[in-house]
C-alpha cells in the first residue's frame, strides 16, 4: 500500500512539474542551487516518457532488480545425442577369419563287416587287424601259423578267424579320436589306422571322400572318425 501512495504522489509531482514548464518563460532565469525541491527537466524529454520510465525502474527495484522481456541464468551446454550414464557405442570388432580346417564328410554310423581273409598293406601287421577287428590276437596268429617273433609283410593273406574271442592284450585305443591327422612322409590310410589302433582304414576314407585310385599327400589333415 506505501508503494501505492508513493507512486500516485510521485506521479501528481510530475504533472505538476510538466504544467509549471509549459507555461514557464523561455527566459527565466533557473532557481538558486540548492532552492529547488526536486530536478527541473532538462531537453526535450517528454514528461510522459520520463514518468514511464521512472515507474519502469521502481518496479525493477521491487522486484530485484529484473525487468521484463528477457530472462538470466546460465546457458546449460548442449549435451548432444548421447544420454547421461550411457556408454557410448563400441565399433564392432572385425571377424576373425575361420581356420582352414578340414570338411569332413557327413557319414551315417556304419558298421564295417571283419572279412574273412585279409591282405596286409605298407605299415599294417597283424596286432593292427586284432585291434581292429576286435580279435585275440593270439587266435588270429594261431589261425596263420605265426608267433609274436614271426616277420610277416605287405601283399600277406591272412586268415581272420570268427569266434575266436574278443581283443585282450589292453586298451584297442591307442590315441585319442575323433582327431584330425597331419599326414607324414610315407603314411598310408592303413598306417594311419594302425597308429589310432581301433579305427577302420574304410572309416577314414569315407569321412575324407576318398574314393577309386586316390593318393594322400605330405601335410594334407585328415578327419580320423
Known amino acids: 500500500m506505501k508503494n501505492k501512495y508513493f507512486l500516485v504522489f510521485v506521479v501528481i509531482i510530475l504533472i505538476a512539474l510538466s504544467l509549471a514548464a509549459c507555461e514557464r518563460s523561455a527566459s527565466t532565469p533557473p532557481p538558486e542551487e540548492g532552492g529547488a525541491a526536486f530536478p527541473t ?29 528477457e530472462t538470466g541464468g546460465e546457458t546449460q551446454p548442449d549435451s548432444g545425442d548421447q544420454t547421461e550414464g550411457q556408454e557410448p557405442t563400441k565399433e564392432p570388432e572385425p571377424t576373425k577369419a575361420p581356420e582352414n580346417k578340414p570338411e569332413a564328410t557327413a557319414v551315417p554310423e556304419k558298421e564295417y563287416k571283419v572279412p574273412n581273409t585279409y591282405t596286409l598293406q605298407k605299415g599294417e601287421f597283424p596286432f593292427c587287424l586284432a585291434r581292429r577287428f576286435n580279435i585275440a590276437p593270439s587266435a588270429l596268429l594261431s589261425a596263420n601259423g605265426l608267433t609274436t617273433s614271426s616277420v610277416t609283410y605287405a601283399g600277406q593273406t591272412l586268415k581272420i578267424p570268427k569266434d575266436a574271442g574278443k581283443y585282450n592284450a589292453g586298451d584297442r585305443a591307442l590315441k585319442a579320436h575323433p582327431a584330425e591327422y597331419t599326414v607324414q612322409a610315407g603314411d598310408t590310410v592303413f598306417s594311419i589306422a594302425c597308429l589310432y589302433g581301433d579305427v577302420d582304414p574304410r572309416a577314414i576314407e569315407d569321412h575324407n571322400g576318398l574314393s577309386g585310385a586316390y593318393t594322400i599327400k605330405v601335410g594334407q589333415v585328415l578327419v580320423i572318425p
Not at 531537453?43 to 521484463?68: K, R
Request: no cysteine; hydrophobic share 30%; glycine share 18%.
Open 41 to 69: 527537466l532538462e531537453g526535450t524529454q517528454n514528461p510522459i516518457d520520463e514518468l514511464n520510465e521512472f515507474v519502469t525502474q521502481t518496479a525493477a527495484a521491487e522486484s530485484g532488480g529484473e525487468t521484463g522481456g
